[in-house]
């Protein structure tokens, strides 16, 4: 069902955990399948140095969130506030489709982290 890189991204997944004291945070839940995902930042300048992800989700939420994570980091929070599922997906050379819904997870929780992040910056 999934493809070898899928497969790598979900056994060997990078930045599992949690920031201590993270600039940002966000939580989703997935309304199909009720899986949760939150994402962690740390932010300096605006400028993404370090993310981490928890999830309880299956491997295609796990794979994306690996990927996502990689991709943001040392991105500014306006680039990667522009970072999509469908880019995440094409970086892991396709998913299933019944597994799409699956990547929209980490696009969803990076807003909110960055938003938890702004909030915070305008306290
Ligand atoms: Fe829930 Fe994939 S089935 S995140």
């Known amino acids: ?3 070898e890189k899928v497969m790598d991204a979900f056994k060997n997944p990078k930045n599992v955990g949690e920031i ?4 940002g945070i966000g939580t989703v839940g997935n309304e199909s399948c009720g899986d949760i995902m939150q994402i962690s930042l740390r ?3 605006d400028v993404i140095t370090d993310a ?3 999830t309880f989700g299956c ?3 796990i794979a994306t969130s690996s990927t996502a994570t990689e991709m943001i ?6 680039e990667a506030l522009k970072v999509t599922n469908k880019q995440v997906i094409e970086t892991l050379g396709g998913l299933p489709a019944q597994k799409i819904h699956c990547s929209v997870l980490a696009e969803e929780a990076i807003k909110l982290a960055i938003d938890n ?3 915070k910056q305008a306290k």
């Not at 201590?20 to 600039?23: I, L, Q, S, Y």
């Not at 980091?73 to 306006?78: A, D, F, Q, V, Y």
């Open 1 to 3: 069902m999934y493809n």
């Open 20 to 23: 201590e004291n993270p600039d």
């Open 43 to 45: 932010i300096e300048n």
């Open 52 to 54: 981490k992800f928890k």
């Open 59 to 61: 491997a295609a939420a």
């Open 73 to 78: 980091k040392g991105m500014t929070i306006e």
């Open 117 to 119: 992040y702004r909030e």
